[in-house]
């Protein structure tokens, strides 16, 4: 079933990077960006109504987490940046090689409060693959 999510999450992201990469070329990066996320905030405010639960903000919890709204919007923008000059495609497959990268160095490290997953040589089969691709998808 999460799998099954995981590779509709996938397919929903192409998509999203297609709309706004267009939606940036017809109004700019920075206007679209905002667009973007105004967009997002009436969808999830309307879930909240439709759902009836209220919005709560747990205390204690590290500043550090809410930065991911931060990071979203950094994400769009170069995304909107990137899209229209190398393709949806390579946009996606050098994305996958950052988000790889990125994720074997958390899991690693055990940082970010995610527990500790070692890395190994069976995922170097895995990481290839997408430098490969990625490379392919880029050069030629």
Excluded: W
């Excluded at 931060?70 to 940046?81: E, P, R, Y």
Aim: with cysteine.
């Amino acid at each position: 079933m999460y799998n099954l999510i995981s590779a509709a999450v996938g397919a929903f992201i192409a998509i999203m990077i297609v709309f706004n990469g267009e939606l940036s070329n017809g109004i700019g990066n920075y206007t679209s960006s905002a667009a973007i996320h105004l967009v997002g905030l009436l969808s999830i405010s309307t879930v909240f109504l439709f759902i009836k639960k209220p919005i709560r903000f747990q205390k204690g919890l590290p500043l550090y987490l809410y930065s991911a709204g931060a990071i979203g919007v950094v994400t769009v923008l170069f995304s909107n940046i990137s899209v229209m000059s190398l393709g949806v495609s390579v946009t996606i497959a050098l994305g996958l090689l950052g988000q790889s990268l990125a994720a074997i160095i958390i899991d690693h490290y055990g940082m970010l409060g995610m527990k500790t997953v070692k890395f190994n040589k069976t995922k170097c089969i895995g990481l290839a693959f997408i430098l490969f691709g990625s490379a392919v998808m880029t050069f030629y």
